[in-house]
Protein backbone atom coordinates (compact mmCIF):
# COMPACT_ATOMS: atom_id res chain seq x y z
CA UNK A 1 0.00 0.00 0.00
CA UNK A 2 0.86 3.14 -1.00
CA UNK A 3 0.73 6.01 1.91
CA UNK A 4 -0.57 9.90 1.33
CA UNK A 5 1.83 10.97 4.12
CA UNK A 6 2.46 14.29 5.21
CA UNK A 7 5.49 15.76 3.63
CA UNK A 8 8.57 16.47 5.61
CA UNK A 9 12.58 16.92 5.42
CA UNK A 10 14.74 14.20 6.34
CA UNK A 11 16.06 14.61 9.77
CA UNK A 12 13.17 16.79 10.53
CA UNK A 13 11.73 16.79 13.97
CA UNK A 14 7.88 15.83 13.98
CA UNK A 15 5.27 15.10 16.83
CA UNK A 16 2.39 12.77 16.03
CA UNK A 17 -0.31 14.15 18.00
CA UNK A 18 -3.03 10.90 17.63
CA UNK A 19 -6.60 10.95 18.83
CA UNK A 20 -10.41 10.54 17.77
CA UNK A 21 -10.91 14.34 18.27
CA UNK A 22 -14.48 13.86 18.65
CA UNK A 23 -14.83 16.73 18.34
CA UNK A 24 -11.55 18.44 18.00
CA UNK A 25 -11.19 21.96 20.59
CA UNK A 26 -9.40 24.78 21.78
CA UNK A 27 -7.73 22.28 24.38
CA UNK A 28 -6.50 20.17 21.72
CA UNK A 29 -5.26 23.04 19.93
CA UNK A 30 -3.15 24.29 22.88
CA UNK A 31 -1.96 21.32 23.65
CA UNK A 32 -0.42 20.69 20.12
CA UNK A 33 0.84 24.18 20.20
CA UNK A 34 2.45 23.85 23.50
CA UNK A 35 4.16 20.40 22.10
CA UNK A 36 5.69 22.54 18.71
CA UNK A 37 7.48 24.81 21.14
CA UNK A 38 8.62 23.30 24.16
CA UNK A 39 9.83 20.44 21.97
CA UNK A 40 11.09 22.85 18.83
CA UNK A 41 9.29 20.83 16.89
CA UNK A 42 8.99 21.11 13.07
CA UNK A 43 5.54 19.88 12.14
CA UNK A 44 2.84 18.77 14.22
CA UNK A 45 0.42 15.90 12.37
CA UNK A 46 -3.14 15.46 13.77
CA UNK A 47 -3.69 11.58 13.09
CA UNK A 48 -7.44 11.47 13.19
CA UNK A 49 -8.55 8.01 14.37
CA UNK A 50 -11.01 5.81 12.63
CA UNK A 51 -12.10 4.22 16.04
CA UNK A 52 -11.00 3.97 19.41
CA UNK A 53 -11.04 0.71 20.14
CA UNK A 54 -11.18 2.19 24.09
CA UNK A 55 -14.14 3.96 23.65
CA UNK A 56 -17.69 3.54 22.97
CA UNK A 57 -18.86 3.17 18.20
CA UNK A 58 -21.84 5.04 19.33
CA UNK A 59 -20.56 7.95 20.85
CA UNK A 60 -18.09 8.51 18.16
CA UNK A 61 -19.34 10.96 15.10
CA UNK A 62 -18.62 10.40 11.32
CA UNK A 63 -14.77 10.03 10.42
CA UNK A 64 -15.75 12.37 7.85
CA UNK A 65 -16.95 14.80 10.13
CA UNK A 66 -14.26 14.40 13.09
CA UNK A 67 -11.60 14.97 9.82
CA UNK A 68 -13.10 17.99 8.47
CA UNK A 69 -13.55 19.63 12.31
CA UNK A 70 -10.51 18.82 12.82
CA UNK A 71 -8.70 20.80 10.31
CA UNK A 72 -10.84 23.95 10.76
CA UNK A 73 -9.54 23.53 14.25
CA UNK A 74 -6.03 23.09 13.39
CA UNK A 75 -5.04 26.10 11.62
CA UNK A 76 -1.52 27.04 11.66
CA UNK A 77 1.16 26.56 9.24
CA UNK A 78 3.43 24.06 10.80
CA UNK A 79 0.50 21.47 11.66
CA UNK A 80 -0.68 18.90 9.23
CA UNK A 81 -4.04 17.00 9.73
CA UNK A 82 -3.83 13.40 7.98
CA UNK A 83 -5.80 10.29 7.71
CA UNK A 84 -3.35 8.19 7.58
CA UNK A 85 -4.12 5.87 10.25
CA UNK A 86 -7.33 5.23 7.90
CA UNK A 87 -5.46 4.72 4.95
CA UNK A 88 -3.61 1.82 6.72
CA UNK A 89 -6.39 0.71 8.09
CA UNK A 90 -4.98 1.22 12.03
CA UNK A 91 -7.45 0.68 14.88
CA UNK A 92 -4.65 0.86 17.49
CA UNK A 93 -1.54 3.53 18.12
CA UNK A 94 0.37 0.34 18.17
CA UNK A 95 -0.71 -0.50 14.25
CA UNK A 96 -0.01 3.12 13.20
CA UNK A 97 3.00 3.19 14.30
CA UNK A 98 4.25 -0.09 12.68
CA UNK A 99 2.70 1.01 9.41
CA UNK A 100 4.68 4.42 9.93
CA UNK A 101 7.89 2.49 10.31
CA UNK A 102 9.71 3.53 7.04
CA UNK A 103 9.20 7.02 7.91
CA UNK A 104 9.92 6.94 11.14
CA UNK A 105 13.40 6.13 9.95
CA UNK A 106 13.89 9.24 8.19
CA UNK A 107 13.32 11.92 10.67
CA UNK A 108 12.81 12.11 14.45
CA UNK A 109 9.48 11.21 15.56
CA UNK A 110 7.30 11.67 19.19
CA UNK A 111 4.26 10.69 20.05
CA UNK A 112 2.12 13.91 21.67
CA UNK A 113 -0.22 12.60 24.28
CA UNK A 114 -2.20 14.08 27.44
CA UNK A 115 -1.78 13.40 31.13
CA UNK A 116 -4.94 11.25 30.78
CA UNK A 117 -3.61 9.41 28.02
CA UNK A 118 -0.68 8.25 29.82
CA UNK A 119 -2.11 7.55 32.86
CA UNK A 120 -4.26 5.16 31.17
CA UNK A 121 -1.52 4.35 28.55
CA UNK A 122 -1.04 0.65 30.23
CA UNK A 123 -4.93 -0.28 29.12
CA UNK A 124 -3.89 0.20 25.48
CA UNK A 125 -3.02 -2.73 23.42
CA UNK A 126 0.18 -3.19 22.67
CA UNK A 127 1.54 -0.79 25.11
CA UNK A 128 4.72 -1.60 25.66
CA UNK A 129 5.61 -1.78 22.10
CA UNK A 130 4.15 1.59 21.79
CA UNK A 131 6.97 2.91 24.66
CA UNK A 132 9.66 1.30 22.86
CA UNK A 133 8.84 2.11 19.34
CA UNK A 134 8.72 6.19 19.69
CA UNK A 135 9.59 8.53 22.67
CA UNK A 136 6.87 9.95 24.36
CA UNK A 137 5.49 13.86 24.96
CA UNK A 138 3.37 14.08 28.11
CA UNK A 139 1.47 17.25 28.26
CA UNK A 140 -0.34 18.09 31.60
CA UNK A 141 -4.28 17.72 31.79
CA UNK A 142 -6.62 18.77 34.16
CA UNK A 143 -6.99 16.31 36.99
CA UNK A 144 -4.34 13.78 35.96
CA UNK A 145 -0.85 14.88 36.34
CA UNK A 146 -0.80 13.18 39.61
CA UNK A 147 -2.42 10.19 38.20
CA UNK A 148 -0.08 10.10 35.09
CA UNK A 149 3.30 10.26 36.98
CA UNK A 150 1.77 7.51 39.46
CA UNK A 151 0.56 5.30 37.09
CA UNK A 152 1.60 2.08 35.86
CA UNK A 153 3.47 3.41 32.72
CA UNK A 154 5.76 6.26 34.54
CA UNK A 155 6.80 3.62 36.73
CA UNK A 156 7.34 0.78 34.65
CA UNK A 157 10.06 3.63 32.27
CA UNK A 158 10.75 5.27 35.21
CA UNK A 159 14.47 5.57 34.22
CA UNK A 160 13.86 6.60 31.19
CA UNK A 161 12.09 9.76 32.23
CA UNK A 162 13.63 12.89 30.85
CA UNK A 163 13.49 16.43 33.05
CA UNK A 164 10.90 18.83 31.62
CA UNK A 165 14.07 21.18 31.62
CA UNK A 166 15.56 19.06 28.75
CA UNK A 167 12.16 18.83 26.67
CA UNK A 168 13.68 19.19 23.18
CA UNK A 169 16.23 16.24 23.91
CA UNK A 170 13.22 13.85 24.01
CA UNK A 171 12.83 13.79 20.27
CA UNK A 172 16.04 12.30 19.50
CA UNK A 173 16.09 10.32 22.69
CA UNK A 174 16.47 6.66 21.86
CA UNK A 175 13.33 5.13 23.14
CA UNK A 176 11.73 4.05 25.32
CA UNK A 177 11.97 7.66 26.67
CA UNK A 178 9.02 10.16 28.16
CA UNK A 179 9.12 13.57 29.61
CA UNK A 180 6.17 14.86 31.84
CA UNK A 181 5.38 18.57 30.03
CA UNK A 182 3.49 20.89 32.65
CA UNK A 183 1.06 23.62 31.14
CA UNK A 184 -1.28 25.94 31.15
CA UNK A 185 -4.06 23.85 31.57
CA UNK A 186 -8.00 24.49 29.50
CA UNK A 187 -11.22 23.11 30.73
CA UNK A 188 -12.18 21.81 27.43
CA UNK A 189 -12.80 17.91 26.74
CA UNK A 190 -14.94 16.65 24.12
CA UNK A 191 -16.91 14.61 26.57
CA UNK A 192 -17.91 17.38 28.02
CA UNK A 193 -18.77 19.40 24.63
CA UNK A 194 -20.89 16.07 23.41
CA UNK A 195 -23.15 16.34 26.74
CA UNK A 196 -23.29 19.75 26.47
CA UNK A 197 -24.81 19.23 22.67
CA UNK A 198 -27.11 16.45 23.59
CA UNK A 199 -28.75 18.25 26.50
CA UNK A 200 -30.79 21.02 24.37
CA UNK A 201 -32.17 17.81 22.51
CA UNK A 202 -32.76 15.61 26.34
CA UNK A 203 -34.45 18.67 27.06
CA UNK A 204 -36.72 18.89 24.40
CA UNK A 205 -37.54 15.09 24.38
Partial sequence: MILKAPAFGEGQRIGLFGGSFNPAHYGHYRVAL???????????????SPQNPLKDPAETAAYAARLDCTRALARHPRFVVSDIERQMGARTTAETLRGLAPLLRRGHFVWIMGADSFANLHRWH?????????????????????????????TRFSEAQVPCERAPQLVTRRPPAWCFIPMPLRPESSTAIRRQSRAPLERGA
Fill in 34 to 48: YALKRLELDWVWWLV
Fill in 126 to 154: DWLEIAETLPLAVLARPGFSLRALGGPAA
